[in-house]
Nanobody, 118 residues
């Protein structure tokens, strides 16, 4: 059974930092592409950052320079470091895993809430 368990969210003041973690189990983590998505209240779920199995990273334009995605294959964990938080960063942050070569399989975590106060 695949499980993606996020942690690290919370309430933080604008300008602060958070480090989100996503612990994966039930997948070949080192072969999976991992990503973080964000869903603000009343809005669609948007890609924030992703990291390939080889460590290549991509970021949404709205987070470049403030967010850093990384992975630790030894711990089956992907991280999202968020600095200089803004109120508009408020939302539920979801961990996503994609595995498979010909046929792709997508897995989602339950999400962790990030609330940034002004």
């Amino acid at each position: 059974q695949v499980q993606l368990v996020e942690s690290g969210g919370g309430l933080v003041q604008a300008g602060g930092s958070l480090r989100l973690s996503c612990a994966a189990s039930g997948i070949a983590f080192d072969l999976a592409a991992m990503a973080w998505y964000r869903q603000a209240p009343g809005k669609q779920r948007d890609l924030v950052a992703r990291i390939s199995s080889g460590g290549t990273t991509n970021y949404a334009d709205f987070v470049k320079g403030r967010f850093t995605i990384s992975r630790d294959n030894a711990k089956n964990t992907v991280y999202l470091q968020i600095d200089s938080l803004k109120p508009e960063d408020t939302g539920v942050y979801y961990c996503h895993a994609r595995e498979g070569s010909v046929v792709k399989y997508d897995h989602w975590g339950q999400g962790t809430q990030v609330t940034v106060s002004s």
